[in-house]
């Protein structure tokens, strides 16, 4: 079997292009969708007006109306107008929303013969939007196989001949995801569709969404697989959909509001030497001070010092030019995230339905009672914080405790002293030459 080679992007042959003028959403909606048709070799724009936002919103509606113009009463899912819609509705690409991921796919589908929809998750949906298009439509078939691509940093769709590219998905993503991207950060402004080799034999063959998971260094996938429409993607020798995207900062801002007072603790920790200085601008820096990237930021000054200290808020508010009030909305939303000190040894217990009914709540009393502390709070020698959680996962060996990273199943009120003595950390110290003290938030 021949390796296909991988083509870089300036060794490509480009069927054909066109520019696109770039555009700002007006209250959700771009006002326009994509056409690609790679049998006639056109990308059009179709015009998103307000009677079509009133009575079809976004997703499956726009999906639908849009196919509607496209077939007719003869339409098979393998004819050549039978489209492949893609769209989110005008939430869609917004960081500010559970959901707000979603695209939507819909086409003829090769299993039915009927309008087939599915929904995926991963960047796809907010890219398009980003992009400056509410949906997209991909018609025709193909005279030869095709990549087409959708770069919103330079405002151009093309279309490359991709005779000696990969098929399977998980080889495809990650050759296109790198090639597409200036450098490793920007890979996870990369989306790729793809269907895989299986779809060229069966009529269920599904759509691979493909988002960069920076933290394994691989593309993780998503899928849209009800109804055949990797198929269809497949016959029209399309393999793959790349969109490049405009890198967002976060889609709502706070500048300072109620909430943010109420929720800031009384007491934060101040930490002051230029040590901890140049090590939180490293931590920065490995960010590209992206302000897209502040989670990221916190969640590693959260591993080097056990929690955010206030002067890694102000760095990060200087670096980011990210409002403060932000910041503390996601320091205190994730639980995983303290804005004190937190022991060198995180004890967890489990109050879940099943833990609860096997005492959890005397292993508890018993942890609080030998730790000399209540829930939630730290030993004075900072090795131990106490926590009471709403599952561990284990629910055959309930009750669970979590010492550290090692989970206990089983457990009885009359063994904590032993575990913890079993499990026992040093406690940590501040960074040498660092003072550390508690002050008065205002």
């Known amino acids: 079997m021949a390796i296909p080679r991988r083509c870089r992007v300036h060794e490509r042959k480009i069927l054909f292009e066109t520019r696109y003028e770039l555009r700002d959403l007006d209250r959700g909606y771009a006002n326009r969708a994509l056409r690609v048709d790679v049998s006639a070799r056109t990308v059009t724009?179709?015009?998103v007006d307000d009677r079509m936002k009133q009575l079809w919103t976004g997703g499956k509606g726009f999906d639908l109306w849009l196919t509607f113009r496209e077939i007719n009463k003869n339409t098979k899912w393998d004819s050549p107008e039978n489209p492949i819609c893609f769209s989110a509705g005008p939430l869609?690409?917004?960081?500010?929303?559970?959901?707000a991921g979603k695209t939507i796919v819909t086409a003829v589908?090769?299993?039915?013969?009927?309008?087939?929809?599915?929904n995926v998750g991963g960047y796809f949906g907010p890219f398009l939007k980003f992009a400056g298009f509410d949906a997209m439509m991909l018609t025709g078939i193909s005279d030869t196989e095709c990549i087409i691509v959708i770069d919103s940093v330079e405002g151009l769709v093309r279309v490359y001949d991709a005779t000696d590219d990969a098929v399977d998905s998980h080889i495809l993503a990650e050759e296109l995801t790198g090639q597409f991207?200036?450098?490793?950060?920007?890979?996870?402004?990369?989306a790729v569709v793809s269907a895989g080799t299986a779809a060229n034999f069966v009529r269920m063959g599904m759509l691979n969404f493909s988002f960069y998971d920076w933290r394994r260094g691989v593309c993780r996938f998503k899928q849209a697989a009800r109804g055949g429409i990797g198929t269809v993607f497949r016959h029209k020798k399309i393999k793959a959909l790349v969109l490049r995207s405009r890198s967002m900062t976060p889609a709502w801002r706070v500048e300072e509001n109620l909430v943010a007072a109420r929720i800031t603790p009384k007491k934060l920790t101040r930490m002051e030497?230029?040590?901890?200085?140049?090590?939180l601008d490293r931590i920065i820096d490995r960010w590209h001070a992206d302000p897209e990237y502040v989670i990221e930021m916190m969640q590693d000054i959260q591993e080097r010092f056990r929690h955010i200290p206030k002067v890694a808020l102000d760095q990060i508010q200087h670096r980011t030019r990210t409002p403060l009030a932000h910041l503390y909305h996601i320091a205190t939303f994730y639980k995983s995230f303290s804005l004190e000190p937190r022991g060198e040894t995180i004890v967890q217990v489990c109050m879940g339905t099943a833990c609860h009914v096997k005492g959890a709540a005397n292993i508890l009393d018993s942890f609080e009672r030998v730790l000399g502390i209540p829930t939630g709070g730290t030993t004075a020698d900072g090795k131990y914080s106490l926590e009471a959680v709403a599952c561990l996962g284990a629910c055959s060996i309930a009750p669970v405790v979590r010492i550290g990273e090692e989970i206990m199943g089983n457990v009885e009120s009359r063994q904590v002293e032993k575990l913890l003595k079993q499990y026992a950390a040093p406690g940590a110290a501040a960074p040498a030459g660092c003072s550390e003290e508690e002050v008065d938030h205002d």
């Open 45 to 47: 724009e179709v015009p």
């Open 92 to 99: 869609g690409g917004t960081t500010s929303f559970p959901g």
């Open 109 to 118: 589908s090769p299993m039915t013969q009927s309008m087939m929809d599915c």
């Open 181 to 190: 991207a200036r450098n490793e950060i920007e890979k996870r402004n990369i």
């Open 273 to 279: 030497c230029p040590t901890v200085r140049e090590e």
